[in-house]
Nanobody, 112 residues
Framework: QLQLVESGGGLVQPGGSLRLSCAAS????????IGWFRQAPGEEREGVSC???????NYADSVKGRFTISRDNSKNMAYLQMNSLKPEDTAVYYC??????WGQGTQVTVSA
């Protein structure tokens, strides 16, 4: 059964860092691209970053230079390292499989 499970969210002060993890099961992550998305209260879900099967990466302009996406194919995991966090980064963060499946999300709150 295909499943994605996000973890690593929490409450952090502005300027702080968090590392999100996405554990994939039911498919071999290394064969596919995977993306991170986020949804703030009252807002639509938006793309944050994605990484291709060959390791190529893309980022939303709002997170370029602060966030880094990576993957560990041996563990079937994807990660999102988030540095220099801002209050506007507050959202539920999701990973999405290439088949359209979503995880349950992990809450990130950036607040003093």
């Amino acid at each position: 059964q295909l499943q994605l499970v996000e973890s690593g969210g929490g409450l952090v002060q502005p300027g702080g860092s968090l590392r999100l993890s996405c554990a994939a099961s039911g498919f071999t992550l290394g064969y596919y691209a995977i993306g991170w998305f986020r949804q703030a209260p009252g807002e639509e879900r938006e793309g944050v970053s994605c990484i291709s099967s060959s390791g190529g990466t893309n980022y939303a302009d709002s997170v370029k230079g602060r966030f880094t996406i990576s993957r560990d194919n041996s563990k079937n995991m994807a990660y999102l390292q988030m540095n220099s966090l801002k209050p506007e980064d507050t959202a539920v963060y999701y990973c999405k499989s290439p088949f359209g499946n979503w995880g349950q999300g992990t809450q990130v709150t950036v607040s003093a």
